[in-house]
């Protein structure tokens, strides 16, 4: 289905009183994206489709979730995927609703709203993965048009891979991405916290300045470090000092011990492992079909495996399983870490293929009935 998107309202979230609530809140569902470009998922895509599938049939077992599909795509999609997963007939360029997915946002009880952001496949023909991009850059209105809920136009580029949020007021951002003049040219840090303060309702910020060592996606904060909590931040971790992780994961500690969140408190926080580190196989990248819209994938190249890349579900978290030698002692961090859910491993090797996690090829729609309290930056009652 390729609808209208309706025209954008006027205003700002933050001025109408609106604001994007953390993952960890109660979900009305998932939306997710249908991995189909051969150029970025090997062997046709098909090994990536079975992982997306087992990926949306995990997070099925605990809250509705619709997948977008090319027309082309759709019969086979349907075939592969679980009866209780919804088909959406929607384009798009590569399958990241993370990123070209809306931004969900509350405000009044029984509603949602939605931000549209700009989209330049990260980077644009300065850096860039692929190009166009045309379709994905529409995809957050067609999903907020298919739903039949408003829609804001932010005036930047950004992802949704790029912001993690506390839903009492807090953003946690990586410079190196969200500042990155591939995305916003010219942008100052105090603009850019401007424009988030209106279009996510937050009040306050923690930046960290990098993210996982060679993250094609310029450091998204979603492969470094996630809110488990308020004041609580579970982060990538690796001891082996001649790792090129240790500084980026030793330098984002530091930042997060000396931060406080918008209520004021110190964070916590929880080292996840490694895993690896990952390198794509010879095997793996013969299997991609070259092409000139795409950037190249090679042989030996890093892979930026991150078990923090996981998507918090209904009672759940739904965790990539990516290393053997790592797999059970994050899951059991997690679980320790966010009692009273259900830590599940997914297989999530083709996914990293294509350069993301299971948190990326997924987008949390908030349940609007859950209760809420507006943030408020402290000391403004
Ligand atoms: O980190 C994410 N949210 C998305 C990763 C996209 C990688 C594109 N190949």
Redesign the pocket.
């Known amino acids: 289905m390729n609808t209208v998107p309706r025209t954008p309202l006027g205003g700002t979230p933050a001025a109408d009183g609106w604001w994007m609530p953390a993952e960890y809140e109660p979900h009305e569902g998932c939306w997710m994206l249908w991995p189909e470009r051969p150029d970025?998922w090997r062997e046709q895509a098909q090994p990536g489709q079975r992982a997306f599938a087992a990926v949306a049939a995990a997070i099925a077992r605990f809250e509705p979730v619709r997948v977008g599909v090319s027309a082309a795509h759709a019969a086979a999609a349907r075939a592969l995927l679980p009866p209780d997963v919804g088909v959406v007939t929607l384009a798009h360029d590569?399958c990241?609703m993370?990123?070209v997915g809306p931004t969900y946002l509350v405000g009044a009880p029984g509603q949602l709203r939605g931000v549209h952001w700009h989209f330049n496949a990260?980077g644009g023909l300065d850096g860039g993965?692929y190009h166009p991009w045309d379709q994905d850059e529409r995809v957050a209105a067609e999903v907020l048009a298919l739903e039949g809920r408003s829609r804001y136009r932010a005036p930047i580029v950004i992802?949704?891979?790029?912001i993690h949020v506390d839903g009492e007021g807090t953003a946690l951002l990586a410079e190196e991405c969200v500042l990155h003049p591939n995305r916003n040219p010219g942008m100052t840090r105090e603009r850019m916290e401007g424009l988030l303060r209106e279009y996510l309702g937050v009040t306050h910020f923690i930046w960290l300045r990098l993210g996982v060592y060679n993250?094609?996606?310029d450091g998204?904060i979603?492969?470094m470090a996630c809110f488990l909590a308020p004041g609580k931040v579970c982060l990538t971790w690796t001891e082996d000092r001649a790792d090129p992780q240790y500084e980026r994961s030793q330098e984002a500690g530091e930042r997060l011990a000396a931060a406080r969140d918008a209520r004021g408190r110190h964070i916590e926080v929880v080292k996840l492992p490694m895993p690896g580190p990952l390198f794509m196989t010879e095997t793996e990248a013969a299997g991609l079909t070259a092409s000139a819209a795409c950037k190249p994938r090679r042989a030996g190249e890093r892979l930026a495996g991150s078990y923090v890349?996981f998507y918090f579900a209904n009672g759940a978290l739904v965790v990539p399983q990516l290393d053997v030698r790592t797999d059970a002692e994050a899951a059991a961090i997690l679980a320790r870490a966010c009692p009273g859910r259900e830590v599940l491993g997914v297989p999530a090797r083709e996914i990293l293929l294509?350069?993301?996690?299971i948190?990326?090829?997924t987008q949390q729609v908030p349940d609007p009935r859950a209760p809420r309290t507006r943030p408020v930056p402290v000391g403004a009652g």
């Open positions: 970025n590569d990241w993370r990123d990260w993965l992802e949704g891979g790029a993250d094609e996606t998204h979603d492969n890349n294509g350069g993301g996690g948190h990326c090829i």
